[in-house]
């Protein structure tokens, strides 16, 4: 690509020399890495509001966010001020906890299906604990996971997620499973049902198929990565009658939509009632605090003697201190810090959109409230995996984002994943980030 503007990051590259024979691909998750980055990743050093900081002083407006976690924004003032008074009266006890009831019974508050509350640490635990309660409960032992949805990094729901040509992946009345990674248990999707999302005749067709072996349907609220592709009107609402129907557990993994589209989530926002739902990401302000919530007569089967689910650090004390400053901040003063949310994302988004037309370039963004994605597409929207996989073109996409680095604005360079606005992006933000775009694409660099 050609260089627009120079970027001095030759720390970063120091640094990536330094660590990519210490650490596998010089860090901690593949998607830090090459895949995603190209030659070397930029190492960030600190992050303030809706800035964040390399090594070598640049600055850029973030709409990573830690991929979500961040719904305040960098360092908030009130989450420092919880972290730093949890932090000097002992970091964790692993014991029984009075902040424990305090998030919780606010969690309880706020996501109305939240009867009974247990806390992990990431999504993928989360998700994992859900399925096995599913399991549990129910004593069946197939469950749905549709295409394209990604709920961790777990072996039995790690298949199907990521985009793959159009003929490796069968007649979508009946997917090929496709896993995600070698290493898996061998049996481990054997119970694990694939089929195509915002589609309820396949759903059907699915719990017939396999009727009376089905445990739980899982699914994301909002399919968020794979771009952003919104339920079908009705969609969500459809598979949850379904699911009672047919006497099966509706899991909602709202790892990534929980306290982020609304207080209270994808369930407040398209009105639902799951019996399991998955919280991590934002529930924890940047820790890793994750919740299982769901209805009490199921979740009671976690009991001991039961459904197992441990862990040393369930619970963090700290990264619940910081889950309550960040959960007042997020609900008090009627919703204004979501109405501010909303607007920004709605500038940002129609913005794009309106510069993608006056450009004339092939490109639509989809989003609901802050969760965005940029598609590089000829089609005027994306509405399902199968769509996303022929259409959407993701190293225009990546191109797209690495220029953007070297005008001060940072994403995900992955085009499966998403933009995030949080509370503390500004209007001057969004207006900074159109002018980068536009040059960008002015200059024809895709
Ligand atoms: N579920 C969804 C919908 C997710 O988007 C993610 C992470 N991107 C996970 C689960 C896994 O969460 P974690 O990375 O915290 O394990």
């Known amino acids: 690509a050609f260089l627009i503007m120079s970027l001095n990051t030759q720390k970063s590259k120091e640094l990536f020399e330094r660590s990519r024979g210490l650490m596998i691909e010089g860090g901690s998750s593949s998607s830090r890495g090459p895949v995603n980055y190209g030659a070397y990743p930029l190492f960030m050093q600190r992050g303030q509001g809706s800035r964040i900081y390399d090594v070598d002083g640049n600055s850029y407006i973030d709409w990573l966010m830690s991929y979500g976690a961040l719904p ?39 996501v109305p299906s939240a009867e009974r509350v247990r806390f992990a640490n990431t999504g993928t635990e989360a998700t994992m604990a859900a399925v096995r309660l599913a399991r549990g409960y129910t004593g069946k032992p197939k469950f749905i996971k549709f295409e394209g949805h990604y709920h961790g990094w777990y072996d039995d729901y790690l298949v199907s997620s990521n985009p793959q040509p159009l003929t490796t992946l069968g007649h979508r009345n009946d997917p090929i499973k496709i896993p995600d990674s070698s290493g898996l248990n061998r049996h481990a999707l054997d119970d694990t049902i694939v089929v195509p999302w915002n589609d309820l005749g396949a759903l059907e067709r699915a719990i017939d198929t396999y009727r009376g072996q089905i445990a739980a349907i899982l699914s994301e609220g909002i399919m968020a990565n794979m771009g952003i592709i919104p339920p079908a009107e009705g969609y969500l609402q459809g598979l949850q009658e379904l699911a009672r129907k047919h006497n099966i557990l509706f899991i909602l993994d709202e790892t990534v939509t929980g306290f982020r589209i609304a207080a209270g989530g994808c369930q407040q926002y398209y009105q639902l009632q799951p019996d399991i739902t998955t919280f991590g990401k934002a529930l924890g302000a940047g820790l890793p605090v994750a919740g299982i919530v769901g209805r009490a007569e199921v979740m009671e089967a976690l009991s001991w003697g039961g459904v197992l689910h441990y862990g040393t650090q369930n619970a963090s004390r700290i990264g619940l201190h910081a889950a309550r400053a960040s959960l007042q901040v997020l609900t008090e003063d009627d919703g204004a810090a979501f109405h501010q949310i909303w607007r920004i994302a709605d500038l940002l988004c129609n913005g794009l959109r309106e510069l993608f037309k006056e450009l004339g370039v092939a490109a639509i963004v989809q989003n609901v409230g802050p969760m965005l994605q940029i598609l590089f597409t000829e089609r005027p929207a994306i509405s399902d995996y199968r769509e996303y996989c022929q259409y959407v073109d993701r190293p225009r996409y990546q191109r797209f984002i690495w220029e953007l680095f070297k005008h001060g604005v940072y994403t995900t360079p992955s085009a499966t994943l998403h933009s995030i606005v949080s509370l503390a992006h500004s209007e001057q933000d969004v207006e900074i980030t159109l002018a980068a775009a536009r040059k960008v694409l002015a200059h024809g660099t895709n």
């Open 72 to 110: 305040l924004g960098h360092a908030h003032p009130r989450v420092v001020e919880a972290l730093c008074q949890a932090a000097a009266s002992g970091s964790h006890f692993a014991t029984a906890t009075d902040i424990e009831i305090e998030v919780a019974e606010m969690i309880q508050r706020i």
